[in-house]
C-alpha cells in the first residue's frame, strides 16, 4: 500500500464550481499533514496545513479524520487560476521520521477549471 | 535575495559528464532535502541535511553525491547518470528538525536531462 494515495484526476469543473479531493495515508502514527499547490513545470508551493479540527483560508477548506487516516481539501468558487496539482503531503513524525521533519508526498490530484 | 535559489534551472548533460547542482536558501532553516520528481510519481525523497550532518540516505545510487558545508547550502553532485535519471530535482529547506508542523520551502528546481 502506497503511504500516501490520492486520485490523479483530473478534475474538470467549471468556474464558480465546488471540488473536493480526498488522500488516504497508511501511516496511523502520522503527526502533520498539509496540502501543497504545484503548477505545471513549478516547485510545489505550501497551499495550507491540515489540522485535527479542520480549517479554512478563504475559498480552501481541509479536514483531517484520523480515525479514517483521511485528508481532504474543498475549493469553492473555482477560479481559473485554480487550475494545479494538489499534493497531499503527510509528516509521519516521531521514530518514523528518524527525528527530523520529513514529509511523504501523494502523487497529486490535477484540477483543471474551466470557463 | 529570499527564499531557496536553485542553479541551473535546466542543465543537459552526457552520461559520462560530472555536473554540480546548487542550492541555497536565506531562511535560516536549520534542515534542507534533495528530491526527484519524475513524471506522473510523486516527489521521492533522495537525501536529508539536518543541522549539516546527513541523517537519511532513501537507497540512491552512488552515481548522486550530495554535500552540505553549511546549513545554507547543498549541492548534488552528478557523474554518469544514466538516462531515466532524467528529472527535475526540486531542493528544500525547513525550520523545524524534530517534525513539527512546518511544512517545506522549495526552490524551483533543476530540470536535468540526460543524453
Known amino acids: 500500500r502506497k503511504e500516501v494515495e490520492q486520485d490523479p484526476g483530473p478534475f474538470n469543473v467549471p468556474e464558480g464550481a465546488t471540488v473536493a479531493f480526498n488522500c488516504t495515508y497508511s501511516n496511523s502514527a502520522s503527526q502533520s499533514f498539509f496540502w501543497y499547490r504545484q503548477d505545471c513545470r513549478k516547485e510545489p508551493k505550501l497551499l495550507m496545513s491540515v489540522y485535527s479540527s479542520g480549517n479554512e483560508d478563504g475559498r480552501f477548506t481541509a479536514q483531517l479524520n484520523r480515525a479514517s487516516q483521511y485528508i481532504s481539501l474543498l475549493i469553492r468558487d473555482s477560479k481559473l487560476s485554480d487550475s494545479a496539482t494538489y499534493l497531499c503531503?503527510?509528516?509521519?513524525?516521531?521514530?518514523?521520521?528518524?527525528?527530523?521533519?520529513?514529509?511523504?508526498f501523494g502523487a497529486g490530484t490535477r484540477l483543471a477549471v474551466h470557463p | 535575495e529570499t527564499g531557496v535559489t536553485q542553479t541551473p534551472r535546466h542543465l543537459v548533460m552526457g552520461m559520462t559528464n560530472k555536473k554540480s547542482l546548487k542550492c541555497e536558501q536565506h531562511?535560516?532553516?536549520?534542515?534542507m532535502y534533495w528530491y526527484k520528481q519524475s513524471a506522473k510519481k510523486p516527489l521521492e525523497l533522495m537525501f536529508v541535511y539536518s543541522l549539516e550532518e546527513r541523517v537519511e540516505n532513501n537507497s540512491v545510487p552512488s552515481r548522486f553525491s550530495p554535500e552540505c558545508p553549511n546549513s545554507s547550502h547543498l549541492f548534488l553532485h552528478l557523474h554518469t547518470l544514466q538516462p531515466e535519471d532524467s528529472a527535475l530535482y526540486l531542493c528544500?529547506?525547513?525550520?523545524?528538525?524534530?517534525?513539527?508542523?512546518?511544512?517545506?520551502?522549495f526552490g524551483s528546481g533543476t530540470r536535468l536531462t540526460v543524453v
Open positions: 503531503v503527510v509528516n509521519p513524525g516521531g521514530a518514523f521520521s528518524g527525528g527530523y521533519n520529513k514529509l511523504i
Open positions: 531562511l535560516g532553516h536549520n534542515a
Open positions: 528544500a529547506s525547513s525550520q523545524d528538525r524534530t517534525g513539527g508542523e512546518y511544512g517545506y520551502t
